[in-house]
């Protein structure tokens, strides 16, 4: 589940996935409360609801400006940032459980990492996917377009240095023009 608008892009796990497992939970702690009072197995399966329920609340997958975050734990936080230039591919794995309850997997490849990062019961995973993919492709065109602006104005200077060289051979300018206009350029 989203917690917030789609402009926030946080995403959460899925939470009809997260009622069911509270709804199984409870219903084993229900029936040794019933048979037996209050025991032991009930504080048990009290905890694992408690855990769940935590687990739920703490958790989520933000899609930022420069990379995707995960958040994870609320006594002891898991935080990994995953910038968009070490992401190579995502994959999004769907059951036929998560098909009916859209919900699944979310795997992250960084590297030379093969295993990937994943990310399990994440609400709408084909959306998270699509939305990293798109991230990626604006760092892509971001990142080019940098190389490319670094690139002319290397061409342009080299292009400006044989116009002057050209100039000084033909006696245009002066050598220690040449060599002052040189510095300029090539910022010395």
């Known amino acids: 589940m989203q917690e917030q608008d789609m402009d926030q892009n946080v995403f959460k796990m899925n939470k009809t996935l ?3 497992k509270i ?12 048979a037996t009072g ?7 399966f ?14 989520s997958i933000t ?3 420069n990379g995707v975050e995960y958040r994870r734990g609320w006594l002891s936080t898991t935080f990994k940032q995953i910038p968009y230039d070490k992401i190579n591919s995502v994959d999004a794995k769907i059951s036929l459980m998560g098909n009916l309850l859209d919900y699944g997997k979310i795997w992250i490849f960084t590297g030379n990492d093969a295993d990937g990062i994943g990310f399990k019961s994440i609400d709408k995973p084909n959306v998270l ?9 604006k760092d892509k065109h971001k990142r080019g377009s940098i190389i490319l602006s670094d690139d002319k104005h290397k061409i342009s200077s080299a292009d400006e240095l044989e116009k002057l060289a050209k100039l000084r051979d033909k006696g245009i300018i ?12 090539l910022d010395l």
């Open 46 to 59: 009290l905890c694992l609801i408690l855990v769940i329920v935590l687990d739920f609340i703490y958790t």
């Open 18 to 20: 997260f009622e069911i």
């Open 38 to 44: 209050f025991s032991f197995i009930t504080i048990v």
């Open 174 to 185: 002066t050598e220690e023009e040449f060599v002052a206009k040189k510095r300029q350029i």
């Open 63 to 65: 899609i930022g400006k």
């Open 129 to 137: 996917r699509q939305l990293i993919e798109n991230e990626l492709e």
């Open 23 to 34: 709804a199984i939970l409870s219903l084993f702690c229900l029936i040794p409360l019933i």
